[in-house]
């Protein structure tokens, strides 16, 4: 069945450009993402397209700099408008995230020279960009990766797999981690690598429970050549540029999965008010409503800690752990909240004819991805406790 826009969420903006900005946002929602979503992702579609329409308009470079294309816009309001794109579509929501993630290396640790060069393209001139960290032997212990950068007079060679690529195939930028040095986080350099390199190939799309519209592959360098003024930063600083992105990142995720259990609340209550049972609304009964009560409770303390973190980071002060307790909160209330949805529906609520199934699998890649909700216990109890004893 057709979904509908989201419903308007009552927000606190801090300008009224970002009240024109969420507008924008949610017209496009209601034009252009809301109608085809359902249809898109059964057909497992990632909307190129669509992309092409979010760099146009401005939003594949929100929080970045207005001088390479960027918005200028903090994070407060960046996270709100990523909510808003996942509550129409998650492969969309998630998509400008992951680009934004892309973008970071650049942006923050570029040179003039490389901003200038390749920073308006990615922002705003319709590229679209994939993080390249995890690998088949290393996910959670991102820095034992293996793909390693042989230096070769003014070129780089690149060797090795990535795994679990989102836009793998289809980006046309990859922001690659690869060992230059020896083990560990020291020896970890970033590089910029384009889409169309020689040697770089894509693995067969992975068949997932959900996201089916978003691409995640394995991304193959064969002796792939790139001119050292593609590395970003200096050599070794790799793994300390991954895991600032990663923190900015895990917001990201964060404010999809609120979105993403906006959605899923919306549909509850609208089925709460339209089904009747036993002569009444579903709305009528106290159990169901104590229900619906929960799931809001957990979508706006989800909203209200990932601001709260968002802050904290457009203050120019440490945020990591918030941002650690916003993705590990954030996803598994996305995760509770499309579970209780599925069950407000019953029956219909388990068949595809209603969103609410779809919801429910797309939930669980979000308690996943950019570090599993452990690895987020463990980010949080390090800045409680400090590191573990060995």
């Known amino acids: 069945m057709p979904e509908r826009a989201p419903a308007p969420v009552d927000r606190a903006l801090p300008t009224e450009e970002a009240r024109e900005l969420l507008t924008l946002v949610r017209d496009i929602a209601r034009r252009e993402i809301a109608p085809t979503a359902a249809e898109e992702e059964d057909a497992g579609h990632f909307p190129r397209e669509l992309f092409t329409l979010l760099s146009v308009s401005g939003l594949l470079g929100l929080p970045y700099d207005s001088g390479y294309g ?10 709100q408008v990523l909510e808003e794109l996942a509550a129409s579509r998650l492969t969309v929501g998630l998509g400008v995230s992951v680009h934004t993630l892309a973008t ?38 991102a820095a034992a990766l293996r793909t390693r950068a042989v230096r070769d007079g003014e070129k780089w060679v690149i060797s090795g797999t990535k795994a679990w690529i989102t836009h793998g195939g289809i980006a046309d930028f990859y922001t690659v981690m690869a060992r230059t040095g020896g083990e560990g986080a020291r020896g970890i350099t970033a590089f910029l690598v384009p889409g169309d390199a020689d040697g770089l190939t894509a693995a067969p799309p992975e068949r997932k429970m959900g996201l089916k519209g978003s691409p995640t592959a394995q991304i193959h360098f064969d002796g792939v050549r790139i001119p050292d003024s593609r590395r970003l930063g200096d050599e070794g600083q790799g793994f300390a540029i991954a895991l600032a992105a990663l923190d900015s990142g895990r917001l990201g995720i964060a404010a999809c999965a609120v979105g993403l259990a906006q959605a899923a609340l919306d549909e509850a209550v609208a089925h709460a008010h339209q089904r009747r049972q036993f002569g009444r609304p579903l709305a009528d009964f106290q159990g169901l409503r104590f229900l619906l009560a929960d799931m ?32 590990l909160h954030c996803t598994d209330a996305a995760m509770q909240v499309t579970t209780d949805a599925v069950q407000v529906l019953g029956g219909y609520g388990y068949t595809a004819d209603f969103p609410v199934e779809r919801y429910l699998r797309e939930a669980k890649a979000l308690q996943i991805v950019e570090g599993t909700n452990q690895v987020q216990r463990m980010v949080i109890a390090r800045h409680l406790l400090g590191p573990e004893t060995r």
């Open 70 to 79: 960027g918005g200028d816009q903090p994070y407060e309001v960046y996270l």
């Open 296 to 327: 809001a409770t957990r979508v706006e303390s989800g909203r209200a800690l990932y601001l709260a973190a968002a802050r904290l980071r457009d203050a120019g002060r440490p945020f990591a752990r918030q941002a650690a307790m916003a993705k």
């Open 104 to 141: 970071y290396a650049l942006a923050t640790h570029g040179t003039d020279e490389q901003r200038a060069a390749r920073l308006p393209g990615m922002l705003g001139g319709g590229l679209l960009g994939a993080y390249c960290l995890s690998e088949p032997s290393s996910g959670s212990d």
